[in-house]
């Protein structure tokens, strides 16, 4: 049992040390107010991005079904009839084909967001820094 203890933080040990950690710098903040420059900062161009962008697009994958049964009579026979089926409670707007590319709208939508919130902090000075 200690030798499989052992292994495990060795090589848990090593995995951590061949990660690359990624953090954003600016050159013309001081080092001590980095962390403050940059919550202010990102959280400015968050608000930047958000107002350029359109709402996000949704997707109706999360549809919800209930299920109905019940009897109906014909006024003019007299005769009933029984029925169930099941409802989709999805939006009912949306047809196939624009669910099939919700997932590629949605994704484009993010890496547009990115893109803007990213050029928002590089024109205010931060580069990204990836160091192994």
């Not at 989709?88 to 919700?102: C, F, I, K, P, R």
């Amino acid at each position: 049992m200690r030798i499989i203890t052992f292994v495990l933080l060795i090589s848990s040990g090593l995995m951590a040390s061949c990660a690359t950690r990624t953090y954003f710098h600016n050159n013309s903040v001081a080092p001590s107010m980095q962390q403050q420059a940059f919550t202010i900062d990102s959280g400015e161009c968050t608000a930047t991005a958000r107002s350029a962008m359109p709402p996000p697009p949704q997707s109706n994958s999360n549809i919800g079904y209930t299920n109905y049964s019940g009897q109906v009579t014909d006024g003019a026979t007299g005769r009933t009839y029984d029925f169930n089926g099941t409802a989709s409670q999805g939006n009912a707007g949306l047809n196939v084909t624009e669910e099939l590319y919700a997932p590629q709208r949605i994704a484009q939508w993010n890496q547009d967001f990115k893109n803007i919130y990213s050029a928002c902090l590089a024109k205010r000075g931060w580069v990204t820094v990836r160091e192994k």
